[in-house]
């Protein structure tokens, strides 16, 4: 970013719950600064929220402000909060490169910050539109809470539509090129090209090292078969949110208010494959992990420690104090510190753990996925890159086809009438897919979602092929279609 030397002074985040806040020393700064710092560092605040430390080691009260109680950046979710910080801090430092002033920043400032983050000569981390659009949110964000503390808004009227909808005749929300759909074929490719170490032609490539393939895998297996994104999947329990062993061909989960976006939980399927995969893994990875974890006293004397004791219904959780937390209400965060305590020793509650046996962050993930694209990519084989909200994507494309099947199966000895009818009472395939996403309006599933489907005649192609299952289906209907996987051949 920018022109200037590495040496500039740089903007810094920090988060309340981290040991690095406490250390004072690490800012060189005159006593009546430090003083200002540390009666800053003390307000009450929650957990994991940000702290912003400017350039001259000073805090910069508008900005910690809106990250607390009162702020909007405090009404935000956890996790929503660390993204806009994040997304502030590069934003801050592009403009500190630039000897420009947050406060003080021109339209034409914010602009020339977008041209660098999408086109930008020089920017080897150049974004796409929709991370753009995303970090746009936050920073337009700031400056309407900032401007009620006299700072003006710079914001041009062209800096952010992320709430916007394009006036097409459907009335959808604007589609982004970044979609992509897989079948569970190309999963399967890509989790044995990517995770399993796999070479193109079916053989076991003997220099592949990776050790979580198990796991990750499963995580891949998970995400197809529940629809759930990746900070809900990844912040599960384990027996409590999670089944520990297999239930039949598929399992009605709760998913907790901590971990749903919008903090709103909801049940959620697991499919039979699924369950399956994750308790191959369970049983056998993450066991290991916890073994060798327990050998090298990796659990003993961990800080900050939340613990779930088994005899609790409904679950609760306590700290060092013997306080009690609703397990339902644990953000991401929390459910890191959180360990199952059975016979006076401590296991993580999590789901998903490093080798070392410790909860892995869901942010985590990312770093995965794109280490197995990498890979996919190293080969030559004309994949596009898989991640987790892709999945997502396919897990709703793969049940608007069940749901249509299931829709014309049931309708196909009614009369017209009685058809719709029977859709207004029960709802139709869309409404199916809605509930399993867990989405608030309908019309996200319709025209973000399932954009292949839109002005296709399926029930045209159905009648032609009703005797095939719904993977078949993918693959004949969609073949074709430029953004989704269907590749089968190695």
Do not use: C
């Not at 009685?418 to 139709?428: F, Q, Y």
């Not at 509930?435 to 159905?462: A, M, Q």
């Amino acid at each position: 970013m920018g022109t200037s030397s590495a040496t500039t002074p740089r903007w810094r985040l920090f988060f309340h719950e981290t040991a690095s806040l406490l250390l004072d020393d690490e800012l060189p700064v005159p006593p009546e600064v430090a003083e200002i710092v540390v009666a800053a560092r003390s307000r009450p605040r929650r957990r994991s929220t940000p702290f912003f430390i400017g350039p001259e080691g000073v805090p910069d009260d508008i900005i910690n402000d809106y990250f607390g109680p009162g702020g909007s950046g405090g009404r935000l979710a956890e996790t929503s909060a660390r993204s806009y910080a994040y997304d502030i801090l590069v934003f801050l430092n592009i403009l500190q490169q630039w000897n420009v002033d947050w406060r003080d920043a021109s339209p034409a400032a914010l602009g020339d910050v977008r041209t660098w983050r999408l086109y930008g000569q020089g920017n080897e981390r150049p974004v796409g539109d929709s991370t753009w659009q995303r970090q746009a949110q936050a920073i337009s964000s700031l400056y309407s809470w900032a401007a009620t503390r006299g700072v003006q808004s710079p914001i041009p009227p062209s800096f952010d539509r992320s709430h916007r909808r394009v006036a097409d005749p459907g009335s959808a929300y604007p589609r982004s090129k970044s979609i992509k759909w897989f079948t569970a074929a190309a999963i399967a490719q890509w989790v044995n090209l990517g995770l399993r170490g796999y070479l193109p032609d079916g053989s076991v490539d003997s220099s592949y090292r990776h050790r979580s393939g198990l796991r990750d895998g499963a995580f891949v297996r998970a995400a197809y078969g529940t629809g759930l994104r990746t900070q809900e999947l990844g912040g599960l329990v384990i027996g409590a949110e999670w089944p520990a062993a297999p239930t039949g061909p598929y399992a009605t989960l709760q998913l907790p208010d901590g971990l749903a976006k919008g903090g709103i939980g909801r049940p959620f399927w697991a499919s039979a494959e699924a369950l399956s995969a994750v308790h191959s893994y369970v049983s056998t990875d993450r066991r290991l992990a916890i073994e060798t974890a327990h050998r090298r006293g990796v659990y003993q004397n961990l800080p900050d420690v939340l613990t779930l004791e088994e005899r609790d219904s409904p679950r609760f959780a306590y700290d060092a104090a013997g306080r009690r937390l609703k397990l339902n209400l644990l953000t991401p965060f929390d459910r890191q510190r959180l360990f199952i305590r059975t016979k006076d020793v401590l296991e993580p509650a999590q789901l998903w753990l490093t080798e070392q046996g410790l909860p892995l962050p869901h942010t985590a993930w990312n770093r995965v996925f794109d280490r197995a694209n990498s890979r996919v990519a190293t080969m030559g084989v004309p994949m596009s890159r898989m991640t987790p909200h892709r999945l997502r994507h396919s897990f709703a494309l793969k049940w608007f086809i069940i749901g249509r099947l299931l829709w014309i199966g049931r309708a196909s000895t009614l009369s017209q009438t009685e058809a719709d009818t029977l859709r207004d009472e029960m709802g139709s395939e869309w409404f199916l897919v809605q509930t399993l996403l867990g989405h608030r309006s309908v019309e996200t599933t319709r025209n973000t979602y399932l954009e292949p489907f839109i002005g296709l005649d399926i029930e045209s192609l159905l009648s032609q092929v009703q005797d095939k299952d719904a993977e078949q289906l993918l693959t004949l209907f969609l073949d074709k279609h430029p953004r989704v996987e269907s590749r089968t051949s190695w």
